[in-house]
């Protein structure tokens, strides 16, 4: 006997968010399933190829990887916002690439990425002195750093782990991570400092080093997932995930 057929709106009651991540990223699933497990969210994930080597070629080659890597999002969900989750390519790429790309396949969802979420994030916070933390090599970092100065931010101190093997950033100790932050905030007066690189792990330990320092720690990985909540008219306030997350609007 044939059921009668009943339908709702799905899990995502309230938003319903995409991510699209690097094959090689070991770190934002993780961290993201902490931070967008709310009642009526529904967070998708795709993934894009990427070789573990992170240069400036092998990020500008994702720009025409991005259409096919949003068709594997569920074409039949409404996507409030997508977000591309590499910060380094979208330095590479541009923002406004990324959105371009996204929106051949889901014209009508938000975009966003680390670097638009992180320069967001520090205009909510009111910061206009960062500290930055990377991994990348030189060229790379310098690239950031031009981006983020462009969006109105100075940058008091840098410090990188120079490390171009994404499956060695992966594994790069929290411990390490907060030493750097920590490093940064006490030889340099600065807002915020900013941890670059969704596949370093630092959400865990961003409201203790927080309380060290007194200052808000931005990575890469909660500036995307507060951005998408916020362009998602997502206010609720969070503040087990660090400062960022006691602002609500975007």
């Known amino acids: 006997m044939k059921l009668d057929v009943e339908l709702d709106h799905g899990f995502g009651t309230r938003a319903t968010c995409g991510v699209i991540v690097l094959e090689t990223d070991e770190t934002l699933e993780p961290e993201f399933a902490r931070m967008m497990d709310l009642d009526g969210v529904a967070l998708y994930h795709s993934r894009i190829p990427m070789t573990a080597h992170v240069r400036p070629d092998t990020l500008a080659q994702m720009a025409s990887e991005l259409p096919a890597a949003a068709r594997l999002l569920p074409s039949a969900a409404d996507f409030d916002v997508i977000g591309y989750g590499c910060t380094s390519a979208a330095t590479v790429i541009g923002s406004d690439n990324v959105a371009r790309a996204i929106n051949t396949v ?66 790069i100790t929290e411990r390490a991570i907060g030493g750097a932050v920590e490093r940064v905030a006490d030889t340099a007066a600065c807002d915020a400092v900013v941890v670059s690189c969704t596949n370093l792990r630092c959400r865990h330990i961003i409201p203790q080093i927080e309380a060290r320092i007194g200052i808000p720690v931005i990575s890469s990985n909660t500036a995307l997932a507060w951005h998408m909540l916020r362009l998602s008219g997502i206010d609720d306030l969070m503040p087990q995930h660090g400062k960022l997350f006691d602002c609500a609007e975007s």
């Open 106 to 171: 889901f014209p009508k969802a938000k975009v966003t990425d680390p670097l638009a979420a992180i320069i967001a994030a520090g205009r909510r916070l009111g910061a206009t002195r960062l500290g930055f933390v990377t991994p990348y090599t030189p060229d790379i970092s310098l690239g950031m750093r031009e981006k983020l100065e462009q969006g109105g931010f100075e940058i008091a101190r840098f410090l990188s782990f120079e490390e171009s093997d994404d499956r060695v950033v992966a594994r």
